[in-house]
C-alpha cells in the first residue's frame, strides 16, 4: 500500500486531504521533486504539505491525478466551473495529465458549443 501524503489546504480552517504518494509523484512533476527533498525541508512538524489552494480548489485536479484508482468517472463528474481552476492547477503542479484533459474538455466544449458535433 502506498504511504498517504497530507496535504493541508488554505481554507479557514485548513482541510487535510490524503493522496497517495506514488499518485502525486506520477502525476505531477512539481510534487515529484517536492517529494524527493527530505521530509524536513518540504512538510511541516506533523508530517502534513501545506497549499496555497482551497479544499474546492484542490479536490477535482486530486481527483484526476487519481483518475485510474478513483470510483467512478472524474471526468465526467467534474463540473464546468472546475475545469479552469484543474487547468490553472495543471500548470502550477506541472502535471501533463491533468493538463490534457483540461484542454480536451475545453475544445470538447468548444466544439459542441457551435454545433461542431452535430455536424460531423
Known amino acids: 500500500m502506498d504511504d498517504l501524503i497530507t496535504l493541508r489546504t488554505s481554507d479557514d480552517p485548513p482541510v487535510e486531504l490524503k493522496a497517495a504518494r506514488s499518485v502525486l509523484v506520477a502525476g505531477s512533476k512539481v510534487f515529484s521533486d517536492m517529494l524527493s527533498l527530505p521530509q524536513s525541508t518540504t512538510t511541516t512538524q506533523d508530517g502534513a504539505i501545506d497549499v496555497a489552494e482551497t479544499q474546492s480548489e484542490l479536490s477535482p485536479f486530486l481527483r484526476l491525478l487519481n483518475l485510474s484508482h478513483d470510483e467512478g468517472d472524474p471526468l465526467e463528474e467534474l463540473q464546468v466551473d472546475d475545469w479552469p481552476v484543474v ?5 502550477k503542479y506541472d502535471s501533463a495529465a491533468a493538463r490534457g484533459h483540461a484542454l480536451g ?3 470538447y ?5 457551435k454545433g461542431w458535433d452535430e455536424q460531423h
Open 109 to 113: 466544449a468548444r466544439a459542441a458549443c
Open 105 to 107: 474538455t475545453y475544445w
Open 87 to 91: 487547468a490553472k492547477l495543471a500548470d
